[in-house]
């Protein structure tokens, strides 16, 4: 992995302007999460880092630099606690329907597709899948600010 170019934070007067890099979910079997990830959203590995107690795993695809850290601890046995404050990760698909019949066919269990409409316009059409471990995912259809 290649450290980020100077242009990735530039100096805007007396702050920094951050890069979104990565996002980071613990999973407890590290192959069953990566296959998940790339038979869902194409997702490879790029990276991979296996220590004595964990391994951490970087999945990306071509449409972009952003990664999901996969972090398994191997001594983990009982499943993580998503807290009250987790909420869900992002992806957009050009076609919800279309990806939610193919999430549907994998065994994913998507939810409906839903609108969302503000001021008499389509705001957002989106399903939610969760992961191997519960993570909760909102697939968004590439429209308006999701892009």
């Given at each position: 992995m290649q450290p980020a170019p100077e242009s990735a934070v530039l100096d805007k007067g007396d702050h920094a302007v951050a890069k979104?890099?990565?996002?980071?979910?613990r999973v407890l079997d590290l192959d069953r999460s990566v296959d998940f990830y790339q038979r869902a959203f194409g997702l490879e590995v790029a990276d991979r880092f296996d220590f004595d107690?964990?391994?951490?795993?970087?999945?990306?695809?071509?449409?972009?630099?952003?990664e999901v850290e996969l972090t398994?601890?191997?001594?983990?046995?009982e499943a993580y606690s998503h807290g009250?404050?987790?909420?869900?990760v992002a992806m957009c698909v050009d076609d919800c329907a279309r990806e939610r019949a193919r999430f549907e066919?994998?065994?994913?269990?998507?939810?409906?597709?839903?609108e969302f409409h503000r001021?008499?316009?389509?705001m957002a059409r989106f399903f939610f899948v969760q992961d191997p471990d519960g993570y909760k995912i909102e697939v968004l259809e590439r429209h308006g600010r999701y892009q």
């Open positions: 979104a890099i990565h996002t980071m979910i107690d964990f391994t951490l795993a970087y999945l990306r695809n071509p449409e972009n630099d952003f398994w601890n191997h001594d983990q046995e009250s404050g987790y909420g869900h066919a994998e065994g994913f269990d998507p939810g409906d597709v839903v001021e008499g316009s389509l």
